[in-house]
């Protein structure tokens, strides 16, 4: 009878109260690997409860070490092999600016690939660089866990699944993911937005996940939130121009203002995410450091009775479907 003890309490562990496993083991022998993953599937059990009270309070929620340093450094070490591999003779030098319109077709196909965006200041009168290209690059999007299987891997993770069930996401789909690279020194300023302005689902449900492959803290840009704005909402959006004489986007709505004394920094540590609700107001200041800031970021929206609008700027297309993360 000793033997059926022993064996209900290793396939009941996690169902058992902390005392009564204790008494298990006092009395009976219980092994020690069978409370040592009770006690750890309890704290992180407890430990992703109180992320998503915080999230839900704030807007926004760090998840430490939410990657491994190697995984940051193999993800590192494909954006260089893609930046090398990218032939600037014949690579359009499109400039990436959060407080203007996107004006070319490169930017609004770019959905389902891998493309590359250039920091401001960085190409002369000539159209030359001048600084070398690995430290010209503002980001590469947006289809990056689309058409790269390290970055769909760094995506699709048991952890974020789990924090999304947990905000009642039924069907989340990645909308666009990419990377974001600060650079040191001119690495540009990212003005106070929600990211609900350039991404839009109705009813709203949008969040983003925002994961420093490389320590992100004051000096060199890290993210800085008010928290609880995510409970208002913006009227800005930036959509697909009805003038197709125009530009291929524009903003309609007003712009807001906010008291910089209410933005909280928000500094964290290689490896760390940081998961940001779709309305909630963030910033980043200029680099001026010698150090850059990478990062990889990537959206999800919901899509289980939640439309997707035609005016965002990104679409889906016949060949193209955003990737559902649960099944994959």
């Known amino acids: 009878w000793k033997s059926k003890v022993k064996l209900f309490a290793q396939f009941s562990f996690k169902f058992l109260s902390v005392r009564a496993l204790l008494q298990l083991q006092t009395n009976f022998g219980v092994s020690s690997y069978y409370l040592f993953n009770f006690f750890s599937l309890k704290s992180r059990r407890m430990d992703l409860e109180s992320k998503v009270e915080s999230f839900k309070k704030d807007g926004y929620v760090v998840l430490e070490s939410f990657l491994q340093e190697e995984e ?16 600037l003779s014949t690579h359009p030098k499109t400039v990436f600016s959060t407080t203007n319109q996107q004006n070319d077709d490169y930017f609004m196909t770019s959905q389902d690939k891998i493309r590359f965006f250039f920091e401001e200041n960085v190409i002369d009168e000539k159209g030359v660089l001048n600084r070398p290209k690995h430290l010209s690059i503002n980001k590469i999007g947006h289809g990056l866990c689309f058409k ?6 760094a995506t699709f993770t048991d952890t974020i699944k789990e924090f999304v069930k947990r905000l009642d996401f039924k069907e989340p789909a990645i909308v666009q ?3 974001i690279f600060k650079q040191p020194g001119i690495g540009g300023v990212v003005t106070p937005h929600e990211d609900g302005t350039f991404l839009m689902n109705e009813p709203s449900k949008l969040i983003g996940l925002w994961i420093a492959l490389e320590d992100a803290e004051i000096e060199n840009g890290c993210l800085w939130f008010i928290p609880g704005t995510h409970k208002d909402r ?7 121009n009805p003038d197709k004489d125009g530009p291929p986007t524009v903003f309609r709505g007003d712009r807001d203002t906010y008291d910089d004394s209410l933005f909280k920094a928000v500094p964290v540590k290689k490896g760390s995410a940081i998961i940001i609700h779709g309305h909630v ?3 980043s200041e200029k680099n001026l ?7 990889y970021t990537y959206h999800i929206a919901e899509t289980h009775q939640s439309k997707w609008l035609n005016e965002n700027w990104l679409q889906e297309t016949e060949d193209y479907s955003f ?3 649960y099944e994959n």
């Open 72 to 87: 940051c450094d193999q993800l590192r070490s494909r954006s260089k092999e893609l930046i090398e591999e990218m032939d």
């Open 234 to 240: 913006t009227s800005l959006r930036m959509i697909r």
């Open 323 to 325: 990737m559902k993360l």
């Open 281 to 283: 107001v963030h910033k």
């Open 289 to 295: 450091s010698n150090r850059s800031r990478e990062i």
């Open 177 to 179: 993911s990419m990377v």
């Open 148 to 153: 790269d299987e390290g970055y769909k891997k």
